[in-house]
């Protein structure tokens, strides 16, 4: 599965924005899908994860309420889309398939990355 996401750009506290995710391949509906980010000086972080079906979705806590993941298996995209913005959600953020979960490690496939950077 190749992955390539995109939709990142600049905005201002309180926006927001949506990422897409699209995968190659026929096999992306089965396979879990996640989010993840990673800011500058930190480690890359779990943000969002929806399983292969779309029945189930798992957020960070510093994320919930907020971001909402999605996907639609006939375009073989996912998305993520992200309100209120703050700025510490500046980052580049990367999409993953695999089995699914919260883990780096639970993921086979990532995408290049886009960049989010949101302004005070």
């Known amino acids: 599965v190749q992955l390539q996401a995109s939709g990142g750009g600049l905005v201002q506290a309180g926006g927001s924005l949506r990422l897409s995710c699209e995968a190659s391949g026929r096999t992306f509906s089965s396979y879990g899908m996640g989010w993840f980010r990673r800011s500058p000086g930190k480690e890359r972080e779990f943000v969002a994860a929806i399983t292969w079906s779309g029945g189930s979705t798992y957020y960070a806590d510093s994320v919930k309420g907020r971001f909402t993941i999605s996907r639609d298996n006939a375009k073989n995209t996912l998305y993520l889309q992200m309100n209120s913005l703050k700025p510490e959600d500046t980052a580049v953020y990367y999409c993953?398939?695999?089995?699914?979960?919260?883990?780096?490690?639970?993921?086979?496939?990532w995408g290049q990355g886009t960049q989010v950077t949101v302004s005070s």
């Open positions: 993953a398939a695999g089995p699914g979960g919260r883990l780096r490690g639970d993921y086979e496939y």
